[in-house]
């Protein structure tokens, strides 16, 4: 499986940014599909998660009410971020699982990972 997460950038607080995730790889296209951040110094942390139905979500607190996962086909899943913040500053990561599962809030809880995109919000 192979991620490419892209849609990045600089924007201000309040701003918004949509990031996009792309998959390939897998022959049914059956992908789960979380995204994760790690701000500098920090280590990285979930912020959204999609089935690969599009059936289910789930967000982390800090983001819930302000960005939005969604899937635009099979392989490619979107991340709008409104209402941005300062804090929200990080490298995002998209990452995929074989199986779906409301619980897996962990980096380790996924086994394929894409590069990260750089997301800067200014105040």
């Known amino acids: 499986v192979q991620l490419q997460a892209s849609g990045g950038g600089l924007v201000q607080a309040g701003g918004s940014l949509r990031l996009s995730c792309a998959a390939s790889?897998?022959?049914?296209?059956?992908?789960?599909i979380g995204w994760f951040r790690q701000a500098l110094g920090k280590s990285r942390e979930f912020v959204a998660a999609v089935s690969w139905s599009g059936n289910s979500t789930k967000y982390a607190d800090s983001v819930e009410g302000r960005f939005t996962i969604s899937r635009g086909s099979p392989t490619t899943v979107y991340l709008q971020m409104d209402s941005l913040k300062p804090e929200d500053t990080a490298v995002y990561y998209c990452a995929s699982r074989i199986y779906w599962s409301r619980y897996a809030l962990t980096p380790a809880s996924y086994e394929y990972w894409g590069q990260g995109t750089q997301v800067t919000v200014s105040s």
């Open positions: 790889g897998r022959t049914d296209n059956s992908y789960n």
